[in-house]
């Protein structure tokens, strides 16, 4: 039985915390504090300001696609757990962040956030394609990206946060939402693509 066909554990307060931590630190969440975060240690309010805009459209617009998937019955969850329902959805995403992405290259927003927001959709492309065989984790993917991009734009000192992605994919796991080795993957990818990206694009 695979984490996409497994059927949900009954309620325990194991799983209690596995559903708070799955909710709390959900992607839509991480990107929400990272962006301001770093826009406003890198750059004060100006990077503040333009880190609300990226989030509009990495955060914000997502959320609603999935809310209206979920209203037509096409996504089942707000995690998209079903694999073949998220190959619909993530191009979508894909699409608001690229947005985003063009309009601060356009108007010459500040570097790392123009970099930050690459990063996010250079991370999709990869999640893309292995879901259409196998369920990866974006969960523990965006987890990963995020403390990575912190470390190089503010310091090593970040890679503190990087506990934090073991416990989310543990969480994962515990809600059969994904094997052990979808969390690992996610979390490679998520370091991998997002960080070099985003040291790249900087």
């Known amino acids: 039985m695979t984490a996409e066909t497994a059927a949900a554990p009954a309620p ?21 504090a990272l962006l301001p975060l770093l826009g406003g ?3 004060g ?21 999935i809310r209206y998937g979920m209203r037509r019955g096409t996504v089942a969850d707000r995690h998209v757990g079903h694999r073949r329902r998220r190959l619909t959805v993530l191009p ?3 699409g608001s962040v690229l947005l985003s992405f063009g309009v601060m290259i356009g108007l010459d ?4 956030l123009t970099a930050l927001v690459l990063a996010m ?9 292995i879901t259409a065989w196998w369920k990866v984790s974006v969960h ?10 912190l470390a190089i734009a ?18 994962r796991v515990v809600l059969r939402d994904h094997t052990t080795a979808q969390t690992v993957v996610g979390a490679a990818v998520g370091a991998l693509t997002a960080g070099l990206t985003f040291w790249l694009a900087r």
Do not use: H, Q
């Open 12 to 32: 325990t307060p194991r799983t209690t915390w596995a559903r708070r931590i799955t909710d709390g630190l959900e992607p839509k969440n991480v990107i929400i």
């Open 41 to 43: 240690l890198r750059y």
């Open 45 to 65: 309010w100006p990077g503040i300001g333009w880190a609300l805009f990226a989030a509009v459209f990495a955060a914000v617009v997502p959320t609603l696609i």
């Open 92 to 94: 979508l995403i894909m």
């Open 109 to 112: 927003a500040p570097a790392d």
């Open 121 to 129: 959709f250079a991370s999709l492309v990869p999640i893309l394609v």
């Open 140 to 149: 523990t993917a965006v987890a990963t990206g995020a403390v990575v991009c």
């Open 154 to 171: 503010l310091g090593p000192l970040w890679l503190v946060l990087l506990p934090l992605v073991p416990v989310i994919g543990w969480s």
